[in-house]
Nanobody, 125 residues
Framework: EVKLLESGGGLVQAGGSLRLSCTAS????????MGWFRQAPGKEREGVSC????????WYVDSVKGRFTMSRDNNKNTLYLQMNSLKPEDTAMYYC??????????????????WGQGTQVTVSS
């Protein structure tokens, strides 16, 4: 059984920083490109970032480029998302999942069906 545990969210003022973590179990972690996704109330899920299996390459949605940095530690089965210069529009529930990056879009891998409970990020203005 695949389990994903996201953590690190919270309430922060605009301009602040947070570091999200996602720890996975029940899968060969280094066998998947992994990504961060977010969903705000009333909005569709958005792919935020995606990292290759080895961690050697990352992709980001334009709105977070230069502010967010994604990394992974395959020895710990853990993803990270360092979020700096946070904006109110970054407010959302953040989830991790297997990802693909096509034509500057970050999507959930087609064969991926496992989700954690997410971690809430709230940025006040």
């Amino acid at each position: 059984e695949v389990k994903l545990l996201e953590s690190g969210g919270g309430l922060v003022q605009a301009g602040g920083s947070l570091r999200l973590s996602c720890t996975a179990s029940g899968l060969r972690f280094d066998g998947h490109a992994m990504g961060w996704f977010r969903q705000a109330p009333g909005k569709e899920r958005e792919g935020v970032s995606c990292i290759t299996r080895s961690g050697g390459r990352t992709w980001y949605v334009d709105s977070v480029k230069g502010r967010f940095t994604m990394s992974r530690d395959n020895n710990k089965n853990t993803l990270y998302l360092q979020m700096n210069s946070l904006k109110p529009e970054d407010t959302a529930m953040y989830y991790c999942a297997a990802c693909i990056s096509i034509a500057n879009m970050i999507e959930v891998a087609s064969d991926w069906h496992d989700w954690g409970q997410g971690t809430q990020v709230t940025v006040s203005s």
